[in-house]
T-cell receptor
């Protein structure tokens, strides 16, 4: 089966660092994506990992360990506007590119 | 605006009625995906097209659902004989045809079946 797990909710303070974890079990693996989704809006792309290691993009970094079926998204210097749902998604072994999403982690940033 | 667009943004319908949604992808993208999202959940894959060919359908897509992409550009998703369980946000996404390319999502159509 296909399963992607991430925490339902997290709370952090403005200016701090937060790490959102994602574990996955899929029939194949062809890349892991992180998306940000504000309430009532479309998901927007944050990062893509296909090889093990850390990808950094400004305040956001994403890490992947394929052997452990594990990824995390690291958000630094948190801002109030970072309050959103963060979706972990895996592209499986098919060539079609469909994404299998976790349920999302609702992050609340407090002053 | 050169992003993915969807129409309508909101649809309220009575149980048993048929509804049709439209998606216009980014013009150079040859892959188009439909997902469904309910409150507090991540998007669930429904179906996808490469150009005009529908290449995969989820088991979630019952016989009441049909999707088309007649000229390889815009796509429509029709739900026949709607049920209350069909109430959800229907998201469309498009991408280039390579594994590394991200999918760009449209704003979604929120369907409420009363």
């Amino acid at each position: 089966g296909q399963n992607i797990d991430q925490p339902t909710e997290m709370t952090a303070t403005e200016g701090a660092i937060v790490q959102i974890n994602c574990t996955y079990q899929t029939s194949g693996f062809n890349g892991l994506f992180w998306y940000q989704q504000h309430a009532g809006e479309a998901p927007t792309f944050l990062s893509y990992n296909v090889l093990d290691g850390l990808e950094e993009k400004g305040r956001f970094s994403s890490f992947l360990s394929r052997s452990k079926g594990y990824s995390y998204l690291l958000l630094k210097e948190l801002q109030m506007k970072d309050s959103a749902s963060y979706l972990c998604a895996v592209r499986g072994d098919n060539q079609g590119g469909k994404l299998i999403f976790g349920q999302g982690t609702e992050l609340s940033v407090k002053p | 605006d050169t992003g993915v667009s969807q129409d309508p943004r909101h649809k309220i319908t009575k149980r048993g009625q048929n509804v049709t949604f439209r998606c216009d992808p980014i013009s150079e993208h040859n892959r188009l995906y439909w997902y469904r999202q309910t409150l507090g959940q991540g998007p669930e894959f429904l179906t996808y097209f490469q150009n005009e060919a529908q290449l995969e359908k989820s088991r979630l897509l019952s016989d009441r659902f049909s999707a088309e992409r007649p000229k390889g550009s815009f796509s429509t998703l029709e739900i026949q004989r709607t049920e209350q369980g069909d109430s959800a946000m229907y998201l469309c996404a498009s991408s280039l045809a390579a594994a590394s390319y991200e999918q760009y999502f449209g704003p979604g159509t929120r369907l409420t079946v009363t």
